[in-house]
Nanobody, 118 residues
Framework: QVQLVESGGGLVQPGGSLRLSCAAS????????MSWVRQAPGKGPEWVST????????RYADSVKGRFTISRDNAKNTLYLQMNSLKPEDTALYYC???????????WGQGTQVTVSS
């Protein structure tokens, strides 16, 4: 069955960096777009970024554009999110999601917590 397992979250100071990973299994990873979505405490889910099947096309939410970079390694069935210049408002549970297309999500991981605080 489809499995998505996120890792790499943690506590970081404002201005710091983290790299999230999402290990995928149970489906043909290279055939699907993939996304990152986050949910801050007390708020609804917020789309962060999506990458196409080959990695050559990416989209970002305005709130993270220029600071976050999504990438993928189809040989390793792994999705990444490099997060730089982190802000306290980036604090959230970060999920990777399988995306049948842009703005579509059908499977989610369990999430990895990112906390930005001094």
């Amino acid at each position: 069955q489809v499995q998505l397992v996120e890792s790499g979250g943690g506590l970081v100071q404002p201005g710091g960096s983290l790299r999230l990973s999402c290990a995928a299994s149970g489906f043909t990873f290279s055939s699907y777009y993939m996304s990152w979505v986050r949910q801050a405490p007390g708020k609804g889910p917020e789309w962060v970024s999506t990458i196409n099947t080959g990695g050559g096309s990416t989209r970002y939410a305005d709130s993270v554009k220029g600071r976050f970079t999504i990438s993928r390694d189809n040989a390793k069935n792994t999705l990444y999110l490099q997060m730089n210049s982190l802000k306290p408002e980036d604090t959230a549970l970060y999920y990777c999601a399988r995306s049948p297309g842009w703005d579509q999500y059908d499977y989610w991981g369990q999430g990895t917590q990112v906390t930005v605080s001094s």
